[in-house]
T-cell receptor, first 112, second 113 residues
Framework: GEDVEQSLFLSVREGDSSVINCTYTDSSSTYLYWYKQEPGAGLQLLTYIFSNMDMKQDQRLTVLLNKKDKHLSLRIADTQTGDSAIYFC????????????FGTGTRLKVLA | GAVVSQHPSWVICKSGTSVKIECRSL??????MFWYRQFPKQSLMLMAT?????????EQGVEKDKFLINHASLTLSTLTVTSAHPEDSSFYIC?????????FGPGTRLLVL
C-alpha cells in the first residue's frame, strides 16, 4: 500500500533555516500537504502543492516537489521558537476519495 | 480555510460507558468529514469517512458497531465510542473537507479508566 515517510527529529538554532523531508509512494497523488501540530492540538494547514508544480513559496515557507523521486520538502526560513512542533506531510490519494495518507511526522525543536 | 470545533476537548469515563464526540464545521457546509485517532507520538490513523445523510465509510479494521458515526447535518458529525475500554483511550481528531482540502478540529482526548 501507499506509504509516506519522514525523519523523526530535527533540531535547529533560532534564525537558521529548517528543512523537513518527506517521501511518498503513490505516483497518482494530485496534491501534497504540510500540516503543523502543536502539543495537544489539532493539525494546522501550512501549505500545499499541486503535483504538477515543482515549487511553491509562501512567506517563510518554501515547498519543493521532486515528482520523479517522489520527494517533498518544506523549508522554513528564519526559524523561530514558535515553529517548534510536529510537522506532517500528507498525500491525497489519487482515487478521488479526498482521503489523505499522513507521514510519520517530524518533531522540530528550535533552540534559542 | 474552514473553522472546525470539537466537543468535548477532553473526557474521562469509566470502562463500559459510551462517549459521544461532536465535530462542527463552523463556517462551511461540510458534506464530508473525516474521523482520525492518534496514539501518543504517532501519526494520524483514518478511522472513517463521514458523509452527510448517508452511512459512514469505515477503514479496514475499524469496528463500525464500536465507533458509531452520525452525520445528520451539513455542520455536525458525531462519533460515539460505545462500551469504551481502556484501549480506546486516544486522541480523536475530526476534519472537514472544504474546497478539496481537509481542515482539522482541535481534537478530543479520551481517557477510559
Amino acid at each position: 500500500g501507499e506509504d509516506v515517510e519522514q525523519s523523526l527529529f530535527l533540531s535547529v538554532r533560532e534564525g537558521d533555516s529548517s528543512v523537513i523531508n518527506c517521501t511518498y509512494t503513490d505516483s497518482s497523488s494530485t496534491y501534497l500537504y504540510w500540516y503543523k501540530q502543536e502539543p495537544g492540538a489539532g493539525l494546522q494547514l501550512l501549505t500545499y502543492i499541486f503535483s504538477n508544480m515543482d515549487m511553491k513559496q509562501d512567506q517563510r515557507l518554501t515547498v519543493l516537489l521532486n515528482k520523479k523521486d517522489k520527494h517533498l520538502s518544506l523549508r522554513i526560513a528564519d526559524t523561530q521558537t514558535g515553529d517548534s512542533a510536529i510537522y506532517f506531510c500528507a498525500e491525497r490519494e489519487g482515487s478521488g476519495t479526498y482521503k489523505y495518507i499522513f507521514g510519520t511526522g517530524t518533531r522540530l525543536k528550535v533552540l534559542a | 480555510g474552514a473553522v472546525v470545533s470539537q466537543h468535548p476537548s477532553w473526557v474521562i469515563c469509566k470502562s463500559g460507558t459510551s462517549v459521544k464526540i461532536e465535530c462542527r464545521s463552523l463556517d462551511f457546509q461540510a458534506t464530508t468529514m473525516f474521523w482520525y485517532r492518534q496514539f501518543p507520538k504517532q501519526s494520524l490513523m483514518l478511522m472513517a469517512t463521514s458523509n452527510e445523510g448517508s452511512k459512514a465509510t469505515y477503514e479496514q479494521g475499524v469496528e463500525k458497531d464500536k465507533f458509531l458515526i452520525n452525520h445528520a447535518s451539513l455542520t455536525l458529525s458525531t462519533l460515539t465510542v460505545t462500551s469504551a475500554h481502556p484501549e480506546d483511550s486516544s486522541f480523536y481528531i475530526c476534519s472537514t473537507l472544504a474546497r478539496e482540502t481537509q481542515y482539522f478540529g482541535p481534537g478530543t482526548r479520551l481517557l477510559v479508566l
